[in-house]
């Protein structure tokens, strides 16, 4: 099972049944997301916390910022991942294709900008990680809020780019077929060739 995993020619003819960059992707923006959520609940803390007192939820400021951090962390290598996989995806994918997405862009120049996003996300997440254990180890280590509500407000910001970044890869694969999802490659009989 496994060899005709690796050996079949999948959907983009890809050397494997399921495309791995849009399974990545998810993994990628909950992490991100976890993190960001988790740092903006700690640096509220004290409004919530009676919030959190009325539900019985034994929370502590310090463990919301250690959720903020681990995720960050996980977010900043699975994301290497997430960019190498779709470059390799990318450069397999059927350039062929003819049309315009909806925001008027041709597959190649959809891929372009697709790319460049995801290099652009990449660097600002390991740059939010480096900045993110300053913080945590270094500069406020010795103080209730760990986070600087600047490095909040990138992650917001960070989000609007994943919102883009993540349109351009649904007009990759909704107006272009490239990175064919599993739903699709069931509803085709699960058989990976028939896309």
């Known amino acids: 099972m496994i060899v005709w ?6 959907a983009n003819d890809l050397p494997y049944a399921i495309p791995i960059h849009p399974n990545l992707v998810h993994l990628t ?9 988790f740092d903006i609940v700690g640096a509220l803390f004290p409004l919530e916390k009676r919030v959190f007192k009325f539900l019985a939820i034994p929370a502590t400021r310090s463990n ?18 997430t960019v190498a996989a779709g470059f390799y995806e990318i450069l397999l994918a059927d ?5 315009v997405s909806a925001w008027g862009l041709g597959i190649k120049d959809t891929m372009v900008w697709h790319g460049l996003g995801g290099v652009l996300i990449l660097t ?10 300053f913080q945590r180890y270094v500069w406020r280590q010795d103080r209730a809020r760990q986070v600087q509500w600047s490095y909040l407000l990138l992650g917001l910001v960070v989000f609007a780019l994943m919102f883009a970044q993540g349109t351009l890869g649904a007009h990759l694969g909704g107006d272009f ?3 064919v999802t599993a739903a ?4 085709s009989g699960g058989d990976p060739n028939q896309i």
């Open 177 to 179: 077929g490239v990175h």
């Open 5 to 10: 995993f690796l050996a079949a020619t999948g």
């Open 29 to 37: 923006l909950g992490l991100f997301i976890v993190a960001i959520g």
């Open 184 to 187: 699709e490659l069931l509803r």
């Open 95 to 99: 350039m062929s294709v003819p049309g």
């Open 64 to 81: 919301l910022f250690d959720v903020g951090w681990y995720n960050m962390v996980a977010a900043a290598v699975i994301t290497f991942f």
């Open 124 to 133: 600002l997440i390991v740059a939010m990680t480096i900045w993110r254990g």
